[in-house]
């Protein structure tokens, strides 16, 4: 699992914001990166699927490279046993998935990090030394703005701004 809705392999969903858990998707990628097998989850489980009707929840297909993540992810992976029919998934630990929602420049991933740090279930010093190992597509423009807002919030006396590190 990756995606927004990939905290809830690490973190139970009463310990989490609603913002956090705001979404009625999740996305699914295979570790061997096989896309046929998220067009299969698209298939069967997508958005607008018969599971979807029933479920008012929706599985996504995509491949793995779609969340840009740390480098090291793989070795500190979640295990979400949780799923019907003795279903195993594997989802980033919650530093890696902060730092690829992040880096992803949009307005919702902003909200949703900062919910995680103003929650205590982040802590910001993890999160910037993740964000200093994301991988060579991620601009560094990027990785400097999002790095500077965490400084700005390390260094902050009050509760954190709900500011986004988006606003100029």
Known sequence: MVGS???????PEEELPAEVTASIEVD?????????KADIVDGALGEYSRYHEE???????VGLETAKLPAGWRDRLVRF????????AF????????????????EKDAVYVLS??????LDIELLFERLQQMPAEVPPEMINMVSDYLADLRSATDEPTDRSPYEF
Request: without cysteine; glycine residues 10%.
């Open 116 to 121: 995680l740090i103003k929650s205590g279930i």
């Open 5 to 11: 809705q990939a905290i809830l392999a690490a973190v």
């Open 81 to 88: 046993e949780g799923l019907p029919d003795e279903v195993v």
């Open 28 to 36: 699914v990628t295979f570790l061997d990166g096989d896309e046929e």
């Open 91 to 106: 989802a980033p630990d919650p530093h890696d998935l902060a730092a690829a929602k992040a880096v992803a420049g949009r």
């Open 55 to 61: 479920h008012d929840v929706y599985a996504q297909g």
